[in-house]
């Protein structure tokens, strides 16, 4: 009998993964507290959009140059080695930002300085950890893996800000920045148990190759990267919900909000019913058919009239958001050589990070000259159509299969 919904395996199999995942879990909680508390801080000593933009400035540039550098250092150190250090980092920069905000700091650079260090520390240390699920996870089990990480992340989305905003209403800033110091060092905890992860071969050596060489060899890597950023660079929608609110909903800040909450749901039934697509041998083709279907519903989004039927749309596109998240992490982290993993995560991170902020750049631009749901409209046929193309385009990707599990030989029976 197929699975219908979340696979746990993963957690039921390995405890080196269900450490880290509930240590993750926990992160991605501890983190959206404290975003929610940098932008509220930022705000109160600025009281500036410049300055509350200057967060995304800081984080999105700390992002691209350590995480390129984190996966270098992930194809020479090993991994578990390399994500304790970086870990424990963010652990000291976590606890600057509690004791700057216990001390009633009132210099944005001083805040935005130990923002962009924890982001960097994270940076480096990224490509590394994207490595663990396929090293501690039979082949058959990393689709599930990846959906089960997909779902804390989606879930600590909803549940971060909610907390962030009681906690700071009760006990201000050092109290966020204090909740996430606790959770970054569960999540330290989690990685000090993992066995170590050294580099395929034992072997240290400084790496030959970039990871962008080795993407563009392998037709199922650049496809799937492909892919993802046709998605993302053509139709990424955050840029223009205030705008299509306004439009078409009287600007009502409620309904900003459910926006941004129907993607999360969208996302997070999708995760719930994981089991559904993390078993299928196809990954390839889910891939381009999840992305493909993110672009249309956005389109959609963009057409739709009543507020019910714009949430739809929203959530149909969270869901397949995530379907093609896993199902593109699962396949890089398969079909990469262990001895290039940290390398291509890290252009795997790049795209990730750099392919929504320049499609939001690129949505907002478009709706000033025209309107929000034009930009939007053909934002998603766009993507919808570029996804086609590499489709077309791209045959070892379209009949990329997940590799069976090797497996286990039986004893051999003798005789005396």
Known sequence: MSVRFLDTRPLRTSRPFRDLWLGSALSGIGGQIANVAVLAQVWELTGSPVGTGAIGLVTGVAMLLFGLVGGALADTYDRRALVRVTTAAQL???????????????????????????????????????????????????????????????????????????????????????????????????????????????????????????????????????????????????????????????????????????VAVGGITAGLLSGTVTRLPRGGLVQLTAAATWG?????????????????????????DTISVVTRSALVQLETPDAFRGRVSSVEHVIGVAGPELGNFRGGVLASATSAPFALVTGGLSAALAIAAVAA????????????????????????
């Open 92 to 262: 000291l920069a976590s606890a600057g930002m509690f004791w700057q905000a216990l001390a009633g700091n009132g210099s944005v650079v001083l805040l935005l300085a130990l923002v962009g260090a924890e982001t960097a520390f994270s940076a480096l240390g990224a490509p590394a950890r994207r490595t663990f699920p396929v090293r501690l996870l039979p082949a058959d089990q990393v689709a599930a893996g990846l959906a089960l990480t997909s779902v804390a992340f989606q879930t600590s989305m909803l549940v971060g800000p909610a907390l962030a905003g009681l906690v700071i209403a009760r006990w201000d800033f050092a109290a966020a920045y204090a909740a996430q110091t606790v959770a970054v060092a569960v999540s330290l905890l989690a990685v000090v148990r993992l066995p170590p992860m050294p580099v395929a071969g034992g072997k240290r050596r400084r790496p030959e190759r970039g990871g962008w060489s080795v993407v563009l060899r392998r037709p199922t890597l650049w496809g799937s990267m492909a892919t993802d950023l046709s998605a993302t660079l053509l139709a990424m929608p955050i840029a223009l919900f205030p705008l299509v609110n306004e439009l078409r909903f009287d600007g009502n800040p409620r309904t900003l909000g459910l926006f941004l909450s129907a």
């Open 296 to 320: 249309l519903a956005l389109a959609g989004f963009g057409l739709a009239g009543p507020l019910w039927l714009a949430l739809a749309c929203l959530a149909v596109a969270g869901a397949a």
């Open 393 to 416: 385009t791209n045959g070892p990707l379209r009949a990329y299969r997940v590799p069976r599990p090797e497996p286990v030989a039986e004893p051999s029976m003798s005789t005396s």
